[in-house]
Nanobody
Framework: HVQLVESGGGSVTAGGSLRLSCSPSGYGHITKCMGWFRQAPGKEREGVAAIYTGDSRTVYYADSVKGRFAISADNAENTVYLQMNSLKPEDTAMYFC????????????????????RGQGTQVTVS
């Protein structure tokens, strides 16, 4: 049973930073895609970032966060991070970690909302 647990959300003022963490459990380290998507009230889910943990270098970002957010993976700690800088009020949303253990095509930020495994989410509020 795969479980994803997010942490690190909170409230910040515009221009501030937050770092989200995602710790998966229930499976060993295997080649997979992991990522983050967000959903604001009344809006559709938006894939934010994705990483191929097979090399931890192949990353993907939504245009809306490119240059401000950075996704990374620490395979030794089995943790994925989302560093969010220069936060804007429009970044306010519930952020979810997601994983696709067997994806055969590119991880792609846009695909993250459809990854089969996801956590409960962590709220990010920017004022």
């Amino acid at each position: 049973h795969v479980q994803l647990v997010e942490s690190g959300g909170g409230s910040v003022t515009a221009g501030g930073s937050l770092r989200l963490s995602c710790s998966p459990s229930g499976y060993g380290h295997i080649t997979k895609c992991m990522g983050w998507f967000r959903q604001a009230p009344g809006k559709e889910r938006e894939g934010v970032a994705a990483i191929y943990t097979g090399d931890s270098r192949t990353v993907y970002y939504a245009d809306s966060v490119k240059g401000r957010f950075a996704i990374s993976a620490d395979n030794a700690e089995n943790t994925v991070y989302l560093q969010m800088n220069s936060l804007k009020p429009e970044d306010t949303a519930m952020y979810f970690c997601a994983a696709d253990l067997f994806r055969v095509t590119a991880c792609g930020a846009g695909y993250v909302p459809d990854y089969p495994y996801r956590g409960q989410g962590t709220q990010v509020t920017v004022s």
